[in-house]
């Protein structure tokens, strides 16, 4: 009986001091939990400010297209009939040359927010390139007359387009065009579109 006390007695003791312990471990956790939330409360006010991660696609040139087909049947009544089948799509191009030239600065002193700091980077580039288009777009002379084209658009996908700090221009053909908001291909989530001239 008294082996069993001793037992039972040992095991609340175990219990008791565990559980004292945890108050502690569960003090520490909680802290840990508050400064991640205040460390991404931090991160996103530098992200608000300054932008955030950046990732720069393309530049890409798409063309617009229309295609009409006209399909030649037989009505009951032994005449021939035309049927239009009419589809659209784009054309999309990558730059056969593309150079890329420019100034990273690093902010330095970092920035400050209470005991958290960040350094980011600022971009001033140039993008230069050329692109080969085959003739007739690569469609085939026998269907090109099937075809009507719009206006080309160059496309760059920008991963946060907060980042930017200025409007980018192109210049084409010795002229200059600003950037304007969207891609505009469902492939870019975001980013800055030009419509070229004709």
């Known amino acids: 009986m008294k082996n069993s006390l001793r037992i039972l007695f ?5 219990f008791v001091v565990s559980m004292v312990l945890l108050i502690p471990l569960e003090m520490v956790n909680s802290r840990v939990t508050e400064r991640e939330a205040q460390q991404m409360n931090v991160r996103n006010s530098f992200a608000n ?24 049947t037989t009505d009951s009544d032994g005449k021939t009939v035309d049927n239009k089948n009419q589809t659209s799509g784009i054309l999309t191009y990558i730059p056969k040359t593309l150079d890329i030239t420019g100034e990273l600065a690093i902010n330095n002193p970092p920035s400050h927010r209470g005991t958290y700091e960040a350094r980011y980077a600022n971009l001033t580039g140039k993008f230069s390139g050329s692109f080969s288009i085959p003739a007739h777009f690569g469609i085939s002379a026998e269907h090109i007359a099937e075809y009507t084209f719009e206006p080309a658009i160059l496309s760059v996908g920008l991963g946060e387009v907060r980042g930017l700090h200025s409007t980018p221009n192109l210049t084409w053909q010795g002229k200059s065009w600003a950037f304007q908001p969207s891609s505009k291909l469902a492939e870019l ?10």
Request: hydrophobic share 40%; glycine share 8%; net charge neutral.
């Open 10 to 14: 040992k095991v609340m003791m175990i």
């Open 49 to 72: 400010e300054y932008g955030d991660e950046q990732t720069i696609t393309g530049p890409i040139l798409s063309i617009p297209f229309t295609r009409i087909q006209i399909e030649k």
């Open 189 to 198: 989530k975001s980013g800055i579109h030009v419509v070229l001239p004709t």
